[in-house]
């Protein structure tokens, strides 16, 4: 089944290698290889939505929206990419992976979570013996995405695990729980790594507090292992929503922040979270606004410090600002809007606040449409997805 683009759906309801003289040669990132879907057998890179590097970078993990696909890339000494595997719906419906959206890595890399947006799923791969990557399972209600996404067909007593519309995940910092954020349920589902190493669905977040809290319809999830604290993105309702994790392992709400409250403005449909390290400061990325928005921590709260628009950046490069990512050190942010060209790169300073660098691809528009950025823990190099080219590009940032 052929549904619309994930991105499409949040924006409305919500092997060649490239020289370094593709991109200004007098700036870095430079442009050192980039893959396409098809390219000598490649698949898997349909609306390419996350693609992550292992914690040794000896991999790349993509997940594809349309592919409905997890596609594993063996990542070589040049940062060249050789395709090792490749799971599709298309091949069993049991992985459950039809707008694959999101994915976290767990147990050194050598386990994967992917969340999808139209199966409302996380599903399990995992290498734990070494080698291969191995299908474990996938938790979802098994609600068709006809009947989820059409409000007349909806019954919400269905929605057990609270996965409809999964679309952001986050791990916490000791790698024993994960946090989905589902658009449809409106909440964040909560997963265990037990004793077995086996992933257990624990609960729905929204369970433990105490008052009804409208969560916004939540796309995306950080979590500080410093502060002990869940940051969520509400897309619709325009809010951030900061809870707590208490000393019984549950979660309430510490503080709410919305749009044309407090001082924040044009905070319209938050995509992406990225926290730095050790949880002082908070960038949240709007594709509806089109801005990037700086909190600092002020006596246990975020306070906003800054929003930086188009107009600070030279005219354009944040149009659907949906792609964040803090380099290890903490000295840059790169970002990207999904529905513009470049490669945005700001210096953050001693105070959180970011100062724009440059743009880099836009001239010749080969770093366009950008759906994710990671970044290696070395910060050496990043890889970045582009949606509509069916492509991702990897960058050396030496």
């Not at 039809?98 to 890399?109: H, R, Y």
């Not at 979802?140 to 057990?160: C, G, H, I, M, W």
């Not at 929503?241 to 309430?252: E, N, R």
Request: proline share 1%; with cysteine.
């Amino acid at each position: 089944m052929k549904l619309i683009k994930v991105a499409s759906l949040l924006t409305c309801c919500i092997m060649v290698l490239i020289t370094t003289d593709s991109l200004a040669t007098s700036n870095k990132p430079m442009l050192i290889y980039s893959l396409s879907d098809g390219d000598k057998g490649v698949d898997g890179l349909n609306n390419p939505r996350m693609a992550r590097f292992s914690d040794d970078a000896s991999r790349l993990f993509v997940v594809s929206g349309d592919d409905n696909s997890l596609a594993i890339f063996d990542v070589h000494e040049d940062y060249s990419l050789t395709l090792n595997q490749v799971f599709k719906n298309q091949v069993s419906s049991q992985y459950k992976l039809e707008g694959a959206s999101d994915l976290v890595l767990l147990n050194d890399s050598s386990k994967v979570a992917v969340t999808s947006f139209y199966d409302g799923a996380l599903s399990v791969f995992d290498s734990a013996k070494g080698g291969d990557y191995k299908f474990v399972n996938a938790f979802s209600d098994n609600l068709p995405a006809e009947q989820v996404f059409k409000s007349e067909l909806f019954d919400e007593t269905q929605d057990k695990l609270g996965l409809l519309g999964a679309w952001g995940a986050a791990k916490s910092g000791d790698n024993k729980q994960v946090f989905v954020a589902s658009y449809k349920s409106n909440t964040i589902a909560l997963f265990d790594v037990n004793a077995k190493n086996e992933l257990a669905f624990n609960r729905l977040i929204t369970d433990d507090f105490q008052h009804s809290v409208d969560l916004g319809n939540p796309v995306s999830v950080a979590y500080s292992h410093y502060t002990r604290e869940l940051i969520i993105a509400g897309f619709e309702k325009h809010k951030v929503t900061v809870l707590s994790q208490l000393s019984s392992g549950k979660f309430a709400v510490r503080q709410e922040i919305a749009n044309d409250a407090q001082g924040v403005k044009s905070m319209l449909n938050p995509q992406k979270l990225a926290l730095s390290s050790e949880g002082k400061f908070l960038y949240v990325a709007s594709a509806g606004s089109n801005t990037i928005t700086v909190f600092n921590r002020v006596k246990g709260q975020f306070s906003h410090l800054q929003t930086i628009s188009n107009s600070d950046i030279g005219g354009a490069g944040l149009n659907g600002v949906g792609s964040l990512a803090i380099s290890a050190g903490g000295k840059q942010l790169l970002a990207a809007g999904e529905s513009d060209i470049g490669l945005l790169i700001f210096d953050i300073d001693r105070s959180g606040r970011l100062n724009f660098d440059r743009k880099v691809g836009a001239d010749n528009q080969l770093l366009s449409g950008i759906s994710s950025i990671d970044i290696t823990k070395n910060d050496e190099y990043a890889v970045v997805t582009l949606a509509k080219k069916d492509a991702i590009h990897i960058l050396s940032l030496k």
